[in-house]
């Protein structure tokens, strides 16, 4: 099931997580709208998938990744993390074992986004949440990603998608008390970011957003 998006991955993985370092005040303010988003409660068990270099679980304390890439979840592993090798379209791990659910910049590399919201729904425990952060391809920064994609080595096979749409999906999944919080009005603004940007609830105008649903 590897795909050229995850030998990309492979292939320039400390190039990938190098970028929060010198991107210190966005890579700051995407933690914070995820932990909106997370909210107050306090998840025993929780698992990201698509963990990457466990940039964003290693803040949030969540000891479980997915993750396909080899190289990248070396990386996590050295966080701290647990890391298991695989696809969020058939996530090896038995129904209801999370009450946390973080899917962060992930969704628009999958092959099947869909699939990828039901397996999490599927390995959450009743009243466990899903939290996924996007890059909303109906705003401003969304579109500058678009206009990018031949020429950035991880977006260039990714495909975006927007608020509504995830929104809507959660929905017909049955997720229940959705949540959005956005963030990166500006874009124009992010390669001399000196300070956390702003966040606010809601959806469709910050091109960084991140959307919680319950499982009922």
């Known amino acids: 099931m590897k795909t050229k998006i995850y030998n990309v991955f492979d292939k320039n993985a400390f190039e990938y997580d190098s970028w929060f370092d010198k991107n210190k005040y966005l890579y700051l303010t995407e933690l914070e709208v995820v932990k909106e988003g997370i909210g107050k409660k306090k998840y025993k068990n929780a698992i990201e998938i698509g963990v990457g270099t466990g940039r964003f679980s290693e803040p949030f304390g969540i000891k479980i990744g997915l993750e396909p890439s080899e190289d990248m979840g070396k990386l996590a592993v050295k966080r701290g993390i647990a890391v298991v090798k695989g696809y969020g379209e058939n996530i090896p791990f038995f129904d209801e074992s ?62 975006f998608y927007s608020s509504l749409w995830l929104i809507e999906k959660l929905k017909k999944l049955k997720f229940k008390n959705i949540t959005t919080y956005q963030t990166l009005f500006k874009p124009q603004n992010l390669k001399n970011l000196r300070k956390l940007d702003r966040i606010e609830k809601g959806h469709g105008r910050g091109g960084f957003c991140v959307i919680s649903g319950e499982k009922i």
């Open 98 to 159: 999370f009450d946390l659910v973080l899917i962060a910049f992930t969704l628009c590399f999958v092959k099947d986004p869909i699939k990828v919201l039901t397996e999490s729904k599927r390995i959450l425990k009743k009243r466990g949440r899903i939290v996924i952060g996007i890059i909303d391809k109906d705003t401003e920064l969304g579109r500058m990603y678009l206009l990018k994609k031949k020429t950035d080595v991880f977006y260039r096979d990714a495909k």
